[in-house]
């Protein structure tokens, strides 16, 4: 069982910037690929980052405002976005599980945070 704690979820205006942080239960953390989704009202969930032994990996929609990273020795993954949209808002969710190369997100996910809400404004 690993226990995913969000944070760091508000209201923020178009182009502006906002970091999100999750915390991670678990004793083995380096070993799990970390990832986070979002979904939005209305809207499937879906990928937007992940990191892992195999690297990173983002959606196109994201790439090169979002960056994702690490800690392992605080068992924390944060997501740093940068020139905020408005269609970026969403509930969003991190996530732990096994690498899968295969996947386009970079592995299996099986435990979930419980989200937090971005709000971006125009």
């Known amino acids: 069982q690993v226990n995913l704690a969000e944070s760091g979820g508000g209201l923020v205006q178009a182009g502006g910037s906002l970091r999100l942080s999750c915390a991670a239960s678990?004793?083995?953390?380096?070993?799990?690929?970390m990832a986070w989704f979002r979904q939005a009202p209305g809207k499937e969930r879906e990928f937007v980052t992940s990191?892992?032994?195999?690297?990173?990996r983002y959606a196109s929609s994201v790439k090169g405002r979002f960056t994702i990273s690490r800690d392992n020795a605080k068992n924390t993954v944060n997501l740093q976005m940068n020139s905020l949209k408005p269609e970026d808002t969403a509930v969003y969710y991190c996530?732990?599980?096994?690498?899968?190369?295969?996947?386009?997100?970079?592995?299996?996910?099986?435990?979930w945070g419980q989200g937090t809400q971005v709000t971006v404004s125009s």
């Open positions: 996530a732990a599980g096994s690498v899968e190369t295969g996947m386009p997100s970079g592995g299996v996910y099986v435990y």
């Open positions: 678990t004793r083995t953390f380096s070993t799990y690929a």
């Open positions: 990191i892992s032994w195999i690297g990173t």
